[in-house]
């Protein structure tokens, strides 16, 4: 929800969002040129006039692109006096699949993005594209193959990434990335800068082959986990697991070996998550003893997740907890 704006008179119609979009006709598509809303959720329109958007141009949802000449056209659901249209509090945005460019620094200074839902089909991507952004979930839906998004965006950043994935709406893969730390310390004697890299993420990044993702290389780098968080490993363990293209039987034994050795963490991780299913999926797999059944149903009784105690009292039956006695 959002105030009007009064500036000058522009057409306005209703729509699942709010947005106001600054456009021009190019060849059989629209280009926006500028797109601001004071939504925290919101996804950009396939079509603008009944027109295809097929590209944003440079800093075209950056809260501090210039104002730039074009038709304009706003949608909306509803006024909200007081919300600036500004993008400052966009968290999570969808790109329509009919996009084919993005423009140079597009999200640029974004700060509030995290999560960004698009399809595998965008043909360019220009420079700085995602500078000062915090995004780190990424949904992208493709039809069949791999059109290069996931190898750019792991390219571009490198934070931890969880992409996902998805073939009509189902999420066939999630991956977790992990981050690292490119940085360069200045050695004055040797008048040069010394390189290092921290973290283990780096080559989880880079394990893509002519912009295509190598699943088996990926799995590979298991055995280097050793020096993640034990969070991030079992929810990379989990998530392969859990969504199991290209899973070979080796990997699969050693992803199964280490949700083993950590399962009262990842039960607990699957408890704060609210994840009901991703816990039965969970507890099909690992058995937890009677100190981790304890600390688990606790868990789940503080936050209230009646459908994950009944799963975890149902494994009392065979190994009961540590507590004498818990109430759903």
Known sequence: MCPERTDEAVNTITGANNWDLTFRRQGNGVILLRCRTCDAAAALPETVAG???????????SPEGPEVEGERIRITCGPNPGVPWDNRRLQSLTLPPTLDRVGHFALYHCRAL????LWDGVSFWGDGVLTNCSLARIELEQAQGDGGAMAYFAGELSRELDISVL??????LRLIFPGYREIYEENSPA????????????PYHHCFRQRKLELI????LWGKT?????ETALRLAW???RYPEGLTDWARRAYEDSLRSHAQ????????????????FLLDRVKLDGTALSGALSLARDHRLTGAAALLLEQTRTRPPAADRFAL
Do not use: C, N
């Not at 995290?114 to 839902?117: A, D, E, K, S, Y």
């Not at 290389?217 to 590979?220: F, L």
């Open 51 to 61: 027109i295809p958007v097929t590209a944003l141009g440079d800093r075209a949802l």
């Open 114 to 117: 995290q999560h960004l839902r």
């Open 167 to 172: 073939r009509d709406s189902t999420t066939v």
């Open 191 to 202: 008048h040069h800068f010394d390189y290092t890299i921290q973290g283990a993420g780096y």
């Open 217 to 220: 290389e990926y799995d590979r």
């Open 226 to 230: 050793k020096i993640l968080e034990t």
């Open 239 to 241: 998530m392969r697991l």
């Open 265 to 280: 963490a990842a039960a607990e991780w699957l408890i704060r998550s609210g994840d009901v299913s991703g816990l039965a």
